[in-house]
């Protein structure tokens, strides 16, 4: 459609349909997939010791912060290391902070370590995901 076409009466209408058409197609998929299905879940956005990082010192602890609501009594905190073998695991909840966990972190020699964290958000999903870090040698 071009400018004068935009311009005429006639025009004019039929760009008003488009708009209307694309407008109730928007408002379907936002129905649909909603603002809610995308903060259902409390997805991992900050860790500490945080992926891939290197770290003169071992933690002490691991702590975890989610984009929503997490359940302590449901969730889980592990220290692996690379070949699967459990190190450690546990979480506790942050009073004040219901998005956060952490976990007391076993004595770590120089390697690499992967946490797992398995959280059942407030809203009921489960959530799972790991990430590694690495102490390095002194």
């Known amino acids: 459609m071009t400018n004068a076409d935009k311009t005429s009466p006639m025009g004019a209408r039929r760009q008003a349909g488009v708009n209307f058409v694309a407008g109730c197609a928007f408002a379907i998929v ?19 010791p945080s992926s891939k990082e290197h770290v003169a010192a071992p933690p002490k602890t691991i702590k ?50 992967i946490v797992r964290y398995r959280v059942l958000s407030s809203d009921g999903h489960i959530v799972e995901g790991n990430y590694e870090f690495t102490v390095d040698a002194k």
Not at 30 to 48: C, I, Q
Not at 80 to 90: I, M, R, S, Y
Request: aromatic share 6%; charged share 20%.
């Open 30 to 48: 936002l129905s649909v997939a909603g603002p809610t299905s995308a903060l259902a879940h409390s997805f991992l956005v900050d860790a500490t």
């Open 64 to 113: 975890l912060k989610f984009g929503g609501g997490v359940e302590p009594p449901y969730s889980k905190i592990t220290v692996e290391t690379p070949d699967g073998k459990v190190l450690g695991e546990g979480n506790t909840g942050v009073p004040g902070k219901p998005r956060e966990l952490t976990a007391n972190a076993p004595d770590l020699a120089p390697g690499k370590y």
